[in-house]
């Protein structure tokens, strides 16, 4: 029982953890290009002007 | 990266290549690395911004990469400010772009410019956004930076927004994330009650409690797309899916509460978190394939999306958007550019393509004074055009207007997944209901312990396999579909087109390339032709243009050509026109014909022509003949030309001369004999038949309207596309079909089992999976035999 009141809210408190990243993902623009994200991975030289 | 090695050796300077070096296209030997001067200053640009890189890195085809003319947008004026005016930013559509290197150097070439602050390529929706340093008006150059590459780059229209900015889309990907993340953490407390069968009463309740903690909230945020849709379609008086899927999670999630409450063995909340999951992942898959298509349907259109040179008072010309201009208003049409508006002829004479509006092959001279039609391209000079009607009273909004209203009867189409939904949702309901009230009236057990074997046979009557089971067919065609160029807007389009009968071809620019090419004569001087050619290189009438194409040698215009606007071209003593310019009076002819005449005393020579057919519109009408499809020919081009094309076609049924009306009536007429017309059109005038008939396509070429009333735009270049589009929306019919039957067969099995309380919620996960998964397989073949 002692071990459950540790294992059951850090296990929920994770899930929570992970949900909240999922939604700053979605609200953050992560999924509007998916395409376009997979092949940046290969750009090795960046010149932009920032 | 690693290069590709045929790509490189290409790039290579001093190599004789047999493709170009910049866009691909063959070069014939010895002609140099390049096929035309475009593409040499194409790449010289590359080379000269140390960009050549991207040769190595691009991995598509290439083709569509030739340099291209910037549209006649005034780019500055959309250029939004910020930073007080300080900095601009400007969105682009970029069609073309292909592949990571595309992006790559689009933005790489913008970042040479000091001034570019920041350039993002998106490759899934092909939006460029540039920020810059500086005035408004750098947009036209930079804009024509990315054309010189070789994009072709249009303003970013609201059209492109609505089909990328996809609010309901990012709705459901939150919901199935909440979803997933409430099925896979009630699960793991589920699997603790199934499996721990020494658990203590108190320790269950709590594992009861925390599951009903996490799904409650889950069930009530993710399901909320579902509960919408049932909603609205109750409201509407009818019955569908997501009714059933409502009403399944809800009344799982209320029994699982009650058995929270009372302590019983199982609560079935994993049920009905798992099965919200399921059905949003096939949601959000369904959604993201119909995405992409119509995300290329907005691309096609932003490249056709129209501005007009309004002639003010006093004699300034301004660029306008078509939609602000007044009747009244005098327009500067110029030579190539499409009207946008109805309007008549100020002055001279004018020389118009209309085949567009009337599906004629051939050009029209206009008077002044005559009434000029939108949609049809000015081949003369140019022109001044008096407004008639503004925009939203004009000739195409009265098609739109058409389109709308078929828009509506074609939304009233009834899906295969609803009509299985009518006959599913009260069937099941009552059998709930029945087994509800037979245990707890009928056996004697308290109404909590009677809910529970209600609830399961309304969860293991799999809505989930039954809801799954044609969007996940939809998915795989619609993605086979566009990865052979075919593009499906509409979410019954498949299943329309799947049950058409009968087949209504328009002619010009659909069987045919619409362009007419010079007919192949054997005893013909080539000297003669190139002599002919000469002069007709200063012309922009289709049968000059073919002319000019048809001569093996390069042309040379001739100095000094007068074009005689109704008549031909004079040069010096030469002629090149009409049979009565070049006086060959009396010589009957078929088809369109161009005389030339060397001098006053010489026989005329006479050049005759033909809109070709598509290379594989006789290979095409045969397939659909193949598959059943009774083919008719309809056109508004005169009786010859559609005749010969219906002779060699092998089409019996055939009209010629008809008006965008006798389109329309005739595709009313079929549907009225209970046939269902599948209609393939490109023009303005094929507009309303293609919106009436029970699907409609439209090949690549399309007037924008053409496009927007049709149900598949076949990108690809050629027909053969439609015969495979159908048998694949009859295979993906065909399968929904199985799925259906499928998930029907396992509730047979599955429903007496709850009934008599057999089911536990173990038993009915495993039998939700694994009717999902059975289905998922079978939509699969389709995919597979499509790609065949």
Known sequence: MNALALLVPLALGLGVLALLFFGWTLGNGQYDDPEGAASRILFDDSRENT | ?788
């Open chain 2, 1 to 788: 990266m690693s290069a590709l090695p045929a790509r490189l050796d290409a790039a290579e300077p001093g190599l004789s290549a047999a493709a170009c070096a910049h866009c691909g296209a063959p070069v014939a030997p010895g002609a140099g690395r390049f096929c035309c001067a475009g593409c040499e200053g194409a790449a010289a640009l590359i080379a000269g911004l140390g960009l050549d890189a991207f040769y190595r890195r691009r991995e598509a085809a290439a083709g569509g990469i030739r340099p291209a003319a910037l549209p006649p947008v005034d780019f500055a004026a959309r250029a939004v400010p910020a930073r007080s005016g300080t900095e601009h930013s400007l969105d682009l559509m970029v069609a073309g772009l292909t592949c990571g290197a595309c992006v790559w150097l689009v933005e790489q070439a913008l970042a040479a410019d000091p001034d570019v602050l920041r350039a993002r390529a998106s490759l899934s929706t092909r939006r460029l956004t540039i920020t810059w340093r500086g005035p408004a008006n750098r947009a036209e150059s930079l804009a024509g930076l990315v054309a010189r590459l070789g994009f072709h780059v249009a303003p970013w229209s609201a059209a492109c927004l609505r089909a990328t900015e996809d609010a309901e889309g990012k709705a459901l990907l939150r919901a199935l994330g909440i979803a997933a993340f409430g099925a896979s953490n009630v699960m793991m407390l589920s699997v603790a009650v199934w499996v721990g069968s020494d658990m203590g009463e108190a320790t269950r309740a709590l594992m009861h409690w925390l599951a009903a903690l996490i799904a409650l909230p889950v069930v009530l945020v993710a399901g909320m797309p579902f509960y919408r849709s049932a909603l609205a379609a109750l409201r509407a008086g009818r019955v569908n899916m997501d009714m059933a899927v409502s009403l399944g999670v809800l009344a799982t999630t209320a029994m699982s509460l009650s058995e929270a409450l009372r302590n019983g063995p199982y609560t079935w909340f994993d049920g009905a978190t798992a099965l919200l999951a399921l059905l949003l992942a096939g949601r959000v898959l369904d959604r993201a394939a119909r995405r992409r298509a119509r995300q290329a349907c907005a691309e096609l259109l932003a490249l056709q999306s129209a501005e007009v040179t309004r002639l003010e008072i006093d004699g300034t010309a301004h660029r306008v958007g078509a939609e602000t201009v007044c009747p009244g208003d005098r327009l500067l049409v110029a030579p190539g550019e499409r009207l946008s508006l109805d309007g008549v002829l100020e002055g001279g004479e004018a020389l118009l393509d209309t085949a567009a509006t009337t599906g004629e092959s051939l050009p029209r001279s206009f008077a002044t004074g005559a009434a000029l039609p939108a949609g049809a391209v000015n081949l003369g000079d140019a022109l001044v055009q008096r407004v008639t009607a503004a925009a939203a009273e004009g000739s195409l909004a009265a098609v739109a207007r058409l389109l709308e209203r078929a828009e509506q009867a074609r939304g009233r189409f009834v899906s295969i997944a609803d009509r299985a939904a009518r006959l599913y949702v009260p069937v099941v309901h009552v059998v709930a209901a029945a087994t509800f009230l037979g245990w707890w009236l009928g056996v004697g057990v308290s109404w909590q312990a009677a809910l529970v074997p209600a609830v399961a046979a309304l969860i293991v009557t799999c809505p989930c396999g039954l809801a799954i089971a044609v969007p996940a067919v939809q998915v795989v065609a619609v993605g086979a579909l566009f990865r052979r160029g075919v593009l499906t807007g509409s979410p019954t389009a498949l299943e329309r087109l799947a049950a058409c009968d009968v087949a209504v071809l328009d002619k010009t620019g659909t069987l045919t390339t619409g362009r007419p090419a010079l007919l192949p004569e054997p005893l013909r001087d080539p000297a003669v032709l190139e002599a002919a050619a000469a002069l007709a290189a200063s012309s922009r009438h289709p049968l000059s243009r073919a002319l000019v194409a048809a001569c093996p040698v390069p042309v040379h215009a001739a100095a000094g050509v007068e074009e005689i606007p109704g008549a031909g071209l004079l040069c010096g003593e030469q002629r090149l026109g009409s049979a009565s310019f070049c006086g060959a009076d009396g010589m009957a002819e078929d088809g369109p014909v161009l005389w030339y005449r060397a001098s006053p005393g010489a026989e005329p020579v006479a050049f005759r022509f033909d809109d070709p057919l598509r290379p594989d519109a006789a290979e095409a009408v045969a397939a659909l003949r193949a598959m059943g499809m009774e083919v008719e020919l309809l056109s508004g081009d005169a009786p010859s030309a559609v005749g010969r094309a219906a002779r060699a076609l092998g089409i019996e049924r055939w009209r010629a001369a008809a008006t965008p009306a006798d389109k329309a009536a005739r595709i009313e007429q079929l549907r009225a004999g209970g046939r269902r017309p599948l209609m393939l059109g490109d023009g303005i005038n094929d507009a309303a038949a293609l919106a009436l008939a029970h699907a409609s396509a439209t090949p690549a070429g399309g007037t924008d309207l053409a496009q927007a009333a049709s149900d598949l735009v076949l990108r690809a270049e050629g027909l053969s596309a439609l015969p495979a589009a159908l048998r694949t929306a009859r295979r993906a019919q065909r399968a929904a079909r199985q799925n259906i039957a499928f998930s029907l067969v396992y509730n047979i099995v599955a429903v007496p089992m709850a009934v008599l309380g057999l089911v536990t919620p173990l038993i009915a996960a495993l039998v939700m999976a694994s009717s999902s998964l059975a289905v998922i397989l079978n939509a699969l073949r389709v995919g597979r035999e499509a790609t065949r």
